[in-house]
């Protein structure tokens, strides 16, 4: 039953994505419609999720990553391209006041919560929208990585208002994304609110480096 959804969830892919092609601006590419085709596919692809077994969240995902067509990197070419990756969003987020960091194999983007959304808000600002459209379109072009988006809060507040709204800044940056093309099946969401400080809580400047999203990016390798 499962090699049979598997083999389904790409073909209604398809077809949707025939039907909902816009021309991207930036490549002058056929690329999905933001406005249609995300919230479709978004769809198709959550019921193939659900019927897929795994030990874990992540080995689900490769699961439907591979039903989906996206092969698995071998080791021997995991490291390059991620170096490629890297290049491109290092090119691409230059001066946006979002940093990339590299840890093995791994990428992560870390977007300050004051360049992203407004206080106590998870709606996107206007002014990075540019700034996602130009990660979108790299995450789009490296289809073998993983994407793991998390929130972070400072510890200012109720725990269980920053755990929401952590979890709801990631829900808005990861269906940005899935609109620009970055499937679905690849994207995990978590909202860690204030358990994961990247600096002290005791100054106004450390508060202010843990309201970030990340966007973290792992190979999915064999």
Same mark, same amino acid.
């Given at each position: 039953?499962?090699?049979?959804?598997?083999?389904?969830?790409?073909?209604?892919? %398809?077809? /949707?994505?025939?039907?909902?092609?816009? %021309?991207?601006?930036?490549? +002058?590419?056929?690329?999905?419609?933001?406005?249609?085709? !995300?919230?479709?596919?978004?769809?198709?692809?959550? @019921?193939?999720?659900? =019927?897929? %077994?795994?030990?874990?969240?992540?080995?689900?995902?490769?699961?439907?990553?591979?039903?989906?067509?996206?092969?698995?990197?071998?080791? !021997?070419?995991?490291?390059?391209?991620?170096?490629?990756?890297?290049?491109?969003? &290092?090119?691409?987020? @230059?001066?946006?006041? $979002?940093?990339?960091?590299?840890? !093995?194999?791994?990428?992560?983007?870390?977007?300050?919560?004051?360049?992203?959304?407004?206080?106590?808000?998870?709606?996107?600002?206007?002014?990075?929208?540019?700034?996602?459209?130009? /990660? +979108?379109?790299?995450?789009?072009?490296?289809? &073998?990585?993983? /994407?793991?988006?998390?929130?972070?809060?400072?510890? *200012?507040?109720? &725990?269980?208002?920053?755990?929401?709204?952590?979890?709801?800044?990631?829900? =808005?940056?990861? +269906?940005?994304?899935?609109?620009? !093309?970055?499937?679905?099946?690849?994207?995990?969401?978590?909202?860690? +609110?204030?358990?994961?400080? @990247?600096?002290?809580?005791?100054?106004?400047?450390? &508060?202010?480096?843990?309201?970030? *999203? %990340?966007?973290?990016? $792992?190979?999915?390798?064999?």
């Amino acid at each position: 039953m499962i090699h049979l959804k598997l083999i389904a969830l790409p073909l209604a892919c %398809t077809l /949707v994505l025939s039907s909902c092609q816009t %021309t991207n601006p930036y490549t +002058g590419e056929q690329q999905n419609s933001r406005s249609t085709s !995300g919230a479709l596919i978004g769809g198709l692809i959550g @019921a193939g999720l659900g =019927s897929l %077994t795994g030990s874990g969240s992540t080995d689900r995902r490769q699961k439907a990553m591979v039903g989906a067509g996206i092969g698995a990197l071998a080791g !021997g070419l995991i490291g390059d391209y991620m170096d490629k990756q890297e290049a491109e969003l &290092r090119r691409q987020l @230059a001066g946006t006041g $979002v940093s990339v960091t590299r840890n !093995g194999n791994n990428l992560t983007l870390n977007m300050p919560g004051d360049i992203t959304f407004a206080t106590n808000s998870s709606s996107i600002n206007n002014g990075i929208r540019n700034t996602l459209d130009g /990660v +979108g379109i790299i995450l789009a072009k490296y289809k &073998r990585t993983m /994407v793991d988006i998390t929130g972070h809060t400072d510890n *200012v507040g109720a &725990r269980s208002y920053n755990y929401q709204l952590s979890e709801k800044r990631a829900r =808005s940056v990861a +269906g940005y994304l899935k609109e620009g !093309g970055v499937m679905d099946q690849r994207i995990l969401i978590y909202g860690r +609110g204030p358990d994961q400080p @990247a600096a002290s809580n005791n100054t106004a400047a450390g &508060r202010q480096a843990n309201r970030r *999203v %990340t966007i973290e990016l $792992v190979p999915h390798n064999s």
